[in-house]
């Protein structure tokens, strides 16, 4: 994708001083030179006096704090501004509250010809248990009702939207009275967006684009495919992107690649790689992710469900490879990780580990690994895109990974750390809307881990969350900003800055200000977030705080 947005002057060049700019050509830098879109110069605010008198603008950062604008490795744009803008049950604290917040969004709504909402979690209602058919029809009033579990993995729906679907009760992962799984899920969704209107789709991708841009995020990565969306709401995004002034947007498409041909069918979309949600299994929460060992609170011997095998991973990978594209997995449970590795291991046996190598294939989730599997992930190259606010939300030791896996399983999953020590590119993201966009609690996340020994560094996190991103995506030249880089930052209101590292496994020599290590703000839990006051995009300011 052309670094591109919505057509102003790329020639002016700005200065901007008197704050706190993290750089890693400067550790103590003050000020930063931005001209045509690229970052020209960053140093001390003595040095800034020479550059004053030959700036378009100067820009008086009073003490704030300039970093690279964060990239989002993980979205799903159009389902995120669809769950701004529609029925919101994470905030339900019970089956009945969420009952009752329906009917209010479907009494508040009658003109919506099928009703959405999203991120119900019955593992967190003292019901247990999702709301029956019965209960939604009467919520609903016999309206269409799509509700996804928070995953995204399954949805519990009313009778009328299955009435739109015909044929679904014979589809695998069709319940009568459970949540659906699996191909009658993916049709009951595929009929639900189906239902809304362009103009509708295309205000929810501008909502969802400008939360991410007043949060700080200058990039997203879209994770699109057949059984997410269609091919309309992919490119319609990809050109929405490119037209207006927002983040920039990088498309994945999740659809098997056999040969050339294929390759050439996916760029044509728009898509810089047949990866993102080409699913190998599904999710824990709806004990769907595909395991080694079964379910400790599922049916006897249940392990989930197996979409792809080791001999079909490893021709997707050979066929990319050889036609320049990357390739790309959701795999989260330790069976399907297994699966990625034995393909992508026998990929490299056919084209040889270094073309591999060289093409980043990358793997989404990638929660259960084992230290042999991480080790791999090294060997082969394999970039793990990630989400910790998987970990905040659910895991723990009373949380929704160890009722699903027992304790022990529970605590090996999303080992940071132990990819870091192997040299595995971390790459962070949200999965929005499963969780939502918020960078820097997913950094805080990950150095906060509910597991001590997964834990990493303030600054690892932040380094995967900014540069990890466009690293996943091939550019080794960006997400930082030094001389030559591209102007994409954002400014922020924060706190003192420090150089933090929540344990004391991390080296000392680190956390050491002679080191000359660029501080951020401090993310102990509890703590006060930062507050971004401007975010920038290739030179373009793509969101303003409001009053500052």
Same mark, same amino acid.
């Not at 970093?67 to 029925?87: E, I, R």
């Not at 319609?236 to 498409?253: I, S, T």
């Not at 795999?331 to 084209?351: M, W």
């Not at 660029?518 to 920038?536: H, N």
């Given at each position: 994708m052309t670094e591109s947005t919505a057509p102003q002057s790329d020639h002016r060049t700005v200065l901007l001083r008197g704050g706190d700019v993290h750089s890693p050509a400067d550790p103590f830098a003050t000020a930063m030179v931005v001209e045509r879109g690229?970052?020209?110069?960053?140093?001390?605010?003595?040095?800034?006096?020479?550059?004053?008198?030959?700036?378009?603008?100067?820009?008086?950062?009073?003490?704030?704090?300039?970093?690279?604008?964060?990239?989002?490795?993980?979205?799903?744009?159009?389902?995120?501004?669809?769950?701004?803008?529609?029925?919101?049950?994470?905030?339900?604290?019970?089956?009945?509250?969420?009952?009752?917040?329906?009917?209010?969004?479907?009494?508040?709504?009658?003109?919506?010809?099928?009703?959405?909402g999203h991120?119900?979690?019955?593992?967190?209602?003292?019901?247990?248990?999702?709301?029956?058919?019965?209960?939604?029809?009467?919520?609903?009033?016999?309206?269409?009702?799509?509700?996804?579990?928070?995953?995204?993995?399954?949805?519990?729906?009313?009778?009328?939207?299955?009435?739109?679907?015909?044929?679904?009760?014979?589809?695998?992962?069709?319940?009568?009275?459970?949540?659906?799984?699996?191909?009658?899920? %993916? $049709?009951?969704?595929? =009929? +639900?967006?189906? &239902? /809304?209107?362009?103009?509708? *789709? !295309?205000?929810? #991708?501008?909502?969802? @684009?400008?939360?991410?841009?007043?949060l700080g995020i200058g990039t997203l990565h879209e994770c699109g495919g057949p059984d997410i969306s269609d091919e309309e709401d992919f490119?319609?995004?990809?050109?929405?992107?490119?037209?207006?002034?927002?983040?920039?947007?990088?498309?994945?498409?999740?659809?098997?690649?056999?040969?050339?041909k294929d390759a050439r069918r996916i760029r044509e979309l728009g898509a810089i790689g047949a990866a993102g949600d080409l699913f190998v299994d599904g999710s824990l929460g709806s004990h769907t992710a595909w395991l080694h060992e079964p379910y400790a609170d599922g049916p006897a011997g249940h392990t989930g469900t197996a979409h792809l095998d080791a001999a079909q991973i490893a021709a997707h990978v050979t066929a990319c490879t050889e036609a320049g594209l990357q390739a790309g997995? %959701? $795999?989260?449970?330790? =069976? +399907?990780?297994? &699966? /990625?590795?034995?393909?992508? *291991? !026998?990929?490299? #046996?056919?084209?040889? @580990?270094?073309?591999?190598?060289?093409?980043?294939?990358?793997v989404e989730h990638a929660e259960?690994?084992?230290?042999?599997?991480?080790?791999?992930?090294?060997?082969?190259?394999?970039?793990a895109s990630v989400q910790p606010a998987f970990d905040a939300a659910w895991g723990g030791e009373e949380g929704m990974y160890a009722h699903r896996l027992g304790a022990g399983r529970a605590r090996t999953l999303n080992p940071y750390a132990a990819l870091l020590r192997a040299g595995v590119p971390l790459a962070f993201g949200s999965d929005s809307p499963v969780t939502p966009f918020d960078p820097w609690g997913t950094v805080r996340a990950a150095a906060f881990h509910r597991t001590p020994e997964h834990r990493i560094s303030v600054r690892a996190g932040f380094t995967a969350h900014t540069r990890g991103g466009w690293r996943a995506v091939g550019r080794?030249?960006?997400?930082?900003?030094?001389?030559?880089?591209?102007?994409?930052? !954002?400014?922020?209101?924060?706190?003192? @800055?420090?150089?933090?590292?929540?344990?004391?496994?991390?080296?000392?020599?680190?956390?050491?200000?002679?080191?000359?290590?660029?501080?951020?703000?401090?993310?102990?839990?509890?703590?006060?977030?930062?507050?971004?006051?401007?975010?920038?995009?290739?030179?373009?300011?793509?969101?303003?705080?409001?009053?500052?």
């Open positions: 690229h970052v020209a110069w960053v140093g001390s605010e003595g040095a800034a006096d020479a550059f004053a008198s030959g700036v378009d603008e100067v820009v008086d950062l009073d003490g704030a704090l300039v970093t690279p604008a964060f990239t989002d490795a993980h979205v799903h744009t159009t389902s995120s501004g669809l769950a701004l803008t529609g029925l919101d049950l994470s905030r339900a604290r019970s089956l009945d509250e969420a009952l009752a917040l329906l009917r209010a969004h479907v009494a508040a709504r009658p003109g919506d010809r099928v009703v959405l991120g119900w979690d019955a593992a967190r209602w003292p019901e247990q248990r999702p709301p029956s058919r019965a209960e939604l029809d009467a919520a609903a009033a016999s309206r269409p009702v799509y509700l996804p579990r928070v995953d995204v993995h399954s949805a519990v729906v009313t009778t009328a939207l299955l009435d739109l679907v015909p044929g679904v009760t014979g589809l695998t992962g069709y319940h009568p009275d459970a949540p659906l799984t699996g191909a009658a899920h %993916h $049709a009951v969704r595929a =009929a +639900a967006h189906g &239902a /809304v209107s362009p103009a509708q *789709r !295309a205000d929810a #991708q501008r909502a969802a @684009l400008r939360h991410a841009a007043s490119a319609g995004l990809l050109k929405l992107a490119a037209a207006e002034n927002g983040p920039r947007v990088h498309g994945y498409w999740a659809e098997q690649v056999a040969d050339e997995f %959701h $795999a989260i449970g330790d =069976a +399907a990780v297994s &699966a /990625v590795v034995d393909g992508v *291991r !026998a990929a490299s #046996q056919t084209l040889g @580990l270094s073309r591999i190598r060289g093409a980043r294939h990358r259960m690994l084992t230290p042999e599997t991480v080790a791999a992930f090294a060997e082969l190259g394999l970039t080794d030249d960006a997400g930082l900003l030094v001389p030559g880089a591209p102007a994409d930052y !954002a400014v922020w209101r924060t706190s003192e @800055l420090l150089v933090q590292a929540p344990d004391d496994r991390v080296a000392r020599w680190s956390t050491d200000p002679r080191s000359g290590t660029p501080g951020l703000p401090d993310l102990t839990p509890g703590a006060e977030l930062p507050v971004c006051l401007r975010t920038v995009v290739l030179g373009h300011t793509v969101y303003e705080r409001p009053n500052e």
